[in-house]
């Protein structure tokens, strides 16, 4: 019998991916892209960082072996580009705020599991990340703002995560917070934010195969300004929804209200499902430009990944997805 290989809607072939040379070399990518002038304001916008970073304990599980099940329908966004376009509001609310996130204190780094579970424990990031077998998944990421990007984001299932945290039965909703020290975070002591960030999503959608604890990313242990030293990515939902730096983890009964939806509910609700028919109240959701290129193409429903995760959302009214 022959088997037949059905490819996901999210899925392209091989010979579309950016090759590995041009990916690596960064003269290539900046002279492909375009980016020279672009590089030069990057690097300038982060001179102020540390010229020499404290060893890191875990760069020996870096380079992660690639899951080739997830494949990308565009180029990996090049590291400079990605890795200077950055929203992280503890250290500011412009995109250039990579320098200021070189404060982050990642050492010593402990994560709380509590709430609805057999024993509730703290772990230090070190042996976590430890606990689980890391991959490479190359994901799309939809921010609300309408701009899209491509990374191969290395860590592990959260699904792996809720099964070591053992949830009661009664759990309906997973938790999660970040840090609050507004002496290393600047954006801290704004008074606009209600502080930590906190995001949550349903034991369901935590349980999904797609949800990720992000602890690397090209190839090597996460940046300071991507949310070290471990975030979230859901590739589904749009960028907010994927808290970094996490500090706390809860599996709780009530649903969780996040920051921007405690902020401003009428514009970022908890389900934040990318969908393009659903506009923000201020711009459409119907297209995203590309960084790098710049280019300007269709959002698709559940950022092209429906075949993974439109099933947790039978029979909701899709105008509530994003909402």
């Known amino acids: 019998m022959v088997s037949v290989h059905r490819r996901p809607s999210w899925e392209i072939a091989e010979r579309f991916a950016t090759p590995e040379p041009v990916f690596l070399n960064r003269r290539s990518i900046l002279k492909g892209f375009g980016l020279g002038m ?3 304001a990057s690097l300038a916008a982060t001179a102020g960082a540390p010229a020499a970073q404290e060893a890191d304990p875990t760069a020996d599980l870096y380079p992660a072996k690639k899951n080739e099940a997830y494949k990308l329908d565009r180029p990996i966004t090049p590291e400079e580009i990605n890795g200077n376009y950055n929203n992280f509001y503890e250290f500011g609310s412009s ?31 070190d042996d976590l990340v430890r ?14 703002e309408a701009w899209s990007m ?14 070591l945290a053992k949830p009661l ?69 749009y960028g907010f929804k994927s808290i970094k730096s996490i500090r706390r983890i809860s599996f709780v009964e009530e649903r969780p209200v996040g920051l921007w939806e405690a902020l401003l509910p009428s514009e970022y609700g908890f389900w934040a499902n990318v969908n393009p028919e659903v506009s923000h109240p201020r711009w459409s959701q119907a297209t995203e430009r590309v960084l790098a ?8 429903l559940f950022n092209g990944y ?11 009214d899709p105008s509530t997805l994003y909402m």
Not at 131 to 140: G, I, N, S
Not at 208 to 235: C, S
């Open 293 to 300: 290129t710049g280019e300007i193409v269709p959002t698709l």
């Open 169 to 237: 039965a009664s759990a309906k909703y997973v938790r999660f917070e970040t840090f609050l020290d507004p002496d290393m975070a600047s954006g801290q002591n704004s008074f606009l934010y209600p502080w930590p960030y906190i995001e949550g999503v349903t034991i369901a959608e935590a349980a999904n195969e797609l949800a990720f604890i992000v602890t690397g990313a090209y190839d090597k242990p996460v940046a300071k300004q991507h949310g070290a030293p471990l975030r979230l990515h859901l590739p589904w939902k």
């Open 306 to 316: 429906g075949d993974q995760v439109a099933q947790l959302y039978a029979g909701m």
């Open 38 to 40: 672009f590089a030069a």
């Open 131 to 144: 606990k689980f077998p890391l991959e490479t998944r190359l994901y799309r990421h939809r921010c609300v």
């Open 150 to 163: 491509t990374v191969p984001w290395a860590g592990f299932p959260l699904k792996s995560l809720v099964g």
């Open 95 to 125: 995109k250039s705020i990579a320098a200021n996130a070189q404060n982050l204190v990642i050492r010593p780094w402990e994560i709380a599991v509590d709430g609805l579970v057999e024993k509730p424990f703290t772990i230090a990031f």
